[in-house]
T-cell receptor, first 109, second 112 residues
């Protein structure tokens, strides 16, 4: 059974919409990450966390909020979605080597 | 902050050929370098790693070389198979925490 799961797997919203992406890990890892993957840019770190209640700013945080409610659950929030946030989003957990989720494809029209 | 450059961006080879993927990084404080493979439509999966106190690591058909002086890594894949077709990512992590910086990826296509 997959140790990192994401939901939804696909999401379409409109400009200005409110979106929440969810991630759950059963690895008992302290660190969790949110990345976006865009052609030509590889994976870019949005936010990460080293435990429940903790949040660290990544390299491309603008327009995104995140919340780590438990060791298992990490959420990415887009409160006013824009077309530039159309991307493939990956969550990961880590104890040094990252274990990735299956990804969420988000389209902002 | 750390920057990781990965080249080439794409490779097309015949089955059985060997390939070389190169990465360079900027932050001398980076100490751990895992590599990942992403097959079409799939999640990234860890394939091999190396630490800054090592020069070489090999697993099956993968050999990872590390040059601390030049801040350069290279992944050598031998006897490629169509199943090796994927995007390969290098990454770098420092001692200060678990912030990981990825290269932009190398798309490998192995034709039968």
């Amino acid at each position: 059974e997959a140790a990192v799961t994401q939901s939804p797997r696909n999401k379409v919203t409109v400009t200005g919409g409110n979106v929440t992406l969810s991630c759950r890990q059963t690895n008992s890892h302290n660190y969790m990450y949110w990345y976006r993957q865009d052609t030509g840019h590889g994976l870019r770190l949005i936010h990460y966390s080293y435990g429940a209640g903790n949040l660290q700013i990544g390299d491309v945080p603008d327009g995104y909020k995140a919340t780590r409610t438990t060791q298992e659950d990490f959420f990415l929030l887009l409160e006013l979605a824009s077309p530039s946030q159309t991307s493939l989003y990956f969550c990961a957990s880590s104890d040094g080597t990252e274990s990735f989720g299956p990804g969420t494809r988000l389209t902002v029209l | 902050g750390e920057q990781v450059e990965q080249l080439p961006s794409s490779l097309i080879v015949q089955e059985g050929a060997s390939v070389l993927i190169n990465c360079s990084y900027t932050d001398s404080a980076s100490v751990y370098f895992p590599w990942y493979k992403q097959e079409p439509g799939k999640r990234l999966q860890f394939i091999i790693d190396i630490r800054s106190n090592m020069e070489r690591k090999q697993t099956q058909r993968l050999t990872l070389l590390f040059d601390k002086k030049t801040k350069h890594l290279s992944l050598h894949i031998t006897a490629t198979q169509p199943g090796d077709s994927a995007i390969y990512f290098c990454s770098a992590t420092g001692t200060g925490g678990y912030k990981v910086v990825f290269g932009s990826g190398t798309r490998l296509l192995v034709s039968p």
